[in-house]
């Protein structure tokens, strides 16, 4: 198609640096439409699979999480990270031409890398399920159902391949809307697809096909957007030319550290795949755990990356000191709400949005198990998402992979020695455990570096926060204590969805009373908020 009546270009030049907080209230802006999205999508799959009941909901569960492992090794785990650092101080020494060039280049080699692994993925299926997914070994029709399921959702890592390079693209450039709007494409066309499945069977195929339709379609909102920016990234032939080389190189730690971690996920899976319901279990507790980490970690280090690429690059060290100061306190004064939630009130969140049709109570007393331990880890897994850019954006891959080593020994020795003992709660020990051993090794590495440490007056403003978080963790406790309290006289009025209204009646007040504790603590003023969203 001819290109003489597109819009021009948004931005030919290199963009306009903005706030950290400005970049991620953009960012998870976009995001929370895509949880909300997500969340009503899981609210129909869970009803429509269940859990422990049938073969359905594990053998979906494990066809999702299959692709995704090596999407988070090679392409958000490693390459993008060697990647948006490379292609910002591109843009800013030499600008678009030979950004895009670098671009081109880059998306050409590692979807072609993502094809090969998904081709040798699909055709040795049987193979990687029946060590992946031992457990199903004694229920043929669930290994068989799980084989042919992970073979049609496989296409998806070369099109979240390209995805994860061209919002590197986009975000490298300030444009952040549309890379986060990307997910909403898979949790509508999931939504769509699945709503109409007769029996959980059913929702399971038709739920991995609109994987891959939403694969494709993300793949092109964003070649869309990247042309809006100006951007000129199409089809190159794959070559090894010096600057890509340097990104393998880069990249191969980064890879390391995200299969490092990725480990975990595989140990976990295997252990759980001898219970039945048990991955689906803890994918829903994964999924609500996620919501803080994709609101608030990712869009933080999303926008991190390309500003401390900057200030970096520029060799300023005060402004990469306020940045990372304005991300740690903004991170965790909007995580801690969360958390504090899920560690006082599991059984409450799960039972109330999750249970119904084939979703049953026992599966939500195993989920909440889980959740529990999660909650814990809350913290600790968006501060990692936080602090690694102040690694990448130094071009220093090794020493995320070398912490990320140490947080899968203490995650495989938690795992296998509590999973025995306690089930799914167990692994979520494991992972929690880990997550935190991962940020203070992190923490005293940038320390002992000198490259950063937290700032006096944003440590008062982290333990106001804590203090606040704290207060309205047991608000959230009370309320779960006297449940049936606050049910009663909403069943009076409302018979049905009363479970569904006190959930969320006391998650708003939870909210409001945390929200009003910032500010009567000073922990958060206006002005900051003001000067925060100031564009730098």
């Keep these: 198609m001819s290109d003489s009546s597109a819009s021009p270009p948004l931005e030919p030049q290199s963009p306009k640096p903005q706030s950290v907080a400005r970049s991620s209230l953009v960012f998870g802006g976009v995001t929370l439409i895509s949880r909300v999205m997500g969340f009503a999508r899981d609210l129909v799959i869970t009803a429509a699979m269940g859990a422990s009941g049938n073969i359905a909901a594990d053998a979906y569960s494990t066809a999702l999480q299959f692709p995704n492992l090596f999407r988070r090794i090679f392409a958000e785990g490693a390459f993008t990270a060697a990647f948006v650092p490379a292609y910002s101080a591109t843009l800013e020494k030499d600008g678009p031409e030979a950004a895009d060039r670098l671009a081109r280049d880059a998306m050409a080699t590692i979807t072609l890398v993502a094809i090969v692994l998904s081709v040798i993925a699909q055709i040795f299926m049987p193979q990687i399920m029946a060590v992946f997914s031992e457990g199903y070994a004694e229920n043929p029709e669930k290994m068989r159902l799980t084989v042919i399921l992970t073979q049609i959702t496989m296409p998806y890592l070369p099109c979240m391949t390209m995805v994860a390079l061209l919002s590197g693209v986009l975000n490298a450039r300030g444009r952040f809307a549309l890379s986060a709007l990307a997910p909403?494409?898979?949790?509508?066309?999931?939504?769509?697809?699945?709503?109409?499945?007769?029996?959980?069977?059913?929702?399971?195929?038709?739920?991995?096909?609109a994987v891959i339709a939403a694969g494709l379609a993300q793949a092109a909102l964003l070649v869309w957007g990247c042309r809006k920016t100006g951007a000129k990234i199409g089809l190159a032939r794959p070559s090894l030319t010096p600057e890509i080389r340097n990104l393998l190189i880069l990249a191969v730690p980064g890879a390391m550290a995200a299969a490092a971690t990725q480990i975990n996920v595989f140990v976990s899976s295997w252990?759980?795949?001898?219970?039945?319901?048990?991955?689906?279990?803890?994918?829903?507790?994964?999924?609500?755990?996620?919501?803080?980490?994709?609101?608030?970690?990712?869009?933080?280090?999303?926008?991190?990356?390309?500003?401390?690429?900057?200030?970096?690059?520029?060799?300023?060290?005060?402004?990469?000191?306020?940045?990372?100061?304005?991300?740690?306190?903004?991170?965790m004064a909007l995580t801690l709400p969360a958390a504090a939630a899920i560690i006082a009130m599991p059984f409450f969140l799960i039972d109330g949005l999750y249970t119904r049709g084939e979703f049953l109570t026992h599966d939500a007393r195993e989920t909440a198990s889980a959740l529990l331990h999660y909650g814990w880890g809350v913290p600790?897994?968006?501060?990692?998402?936080?602090?690694?850019?102040?690694?990448?954006?130094?071009?220093?891959?090794?020493?995320p992979m070398k912490f990320a080593v140490v947080s899968v020994i203490v995650n495989l020795a938690c795992g296998l020695t509590l999973f025995p003992l306690i089930g799914v709660a167990g692994l979520a020990i494991g992972t929690s455990a880990a997550a935190w051993v991962n940020v203070f090794l992190m923490l005293f590495t940038l320390a002992h570096r000198k490259t950063w440490v937290l700032g006096a007056k944003p440590a008062i403003g982290l333990i106001k926060v804590l203090i606040a978080g704290g207060l309205m963790g047991a608000f959230c406790a009370a309320c779960s204590y006297y449940r049936p309290l606050i049910e009663g006289p909403i069943a009076q009025v409302m018979p049905h969805g009363t479970k569904e209204i006190a959930i969320v009646a006391v998650c708003f007040a939870g909210l409001l009373l945390y929200i009003a504790l910032l500010f009567v603590t000073r922990a958060i003023r206006p002005s900051d908020i003001k000067k925060a969203l100031r564009t730098k």
């Design 184 to 209: 909403t494409l898979l949790n509508l066309f999931m939504l769509i697809f699945v709503w109409f499945a007769k029996d959980p069977v059913t929702a399971a195929f038709a739920a991995s096909w």
């Design 271 to 331: 252990l759980a795949s001898a219970i039945d319901g048990a991955r689906t279990w803890l994918n829903v507790a994964d999924r609500l755990y996620q919501l803080p980490l994709g609101l608030v970690g990712v869009a933080i280090g999303v926008a991190l990356l390309p500003a401390l690429s900057r200030s970096v690059q520029a060799g300023d060290h005060e402004r990469s000191q306020t940045v990372m100061d304005e991300a740690v306190l903004l991170s």
């Design 380 to 399: 600790a897994f968006v501060l990692a998402r936080v602090l690694t850019p102040a690694f990448f954006a130094r071009k220093d891959t090794f020493g």
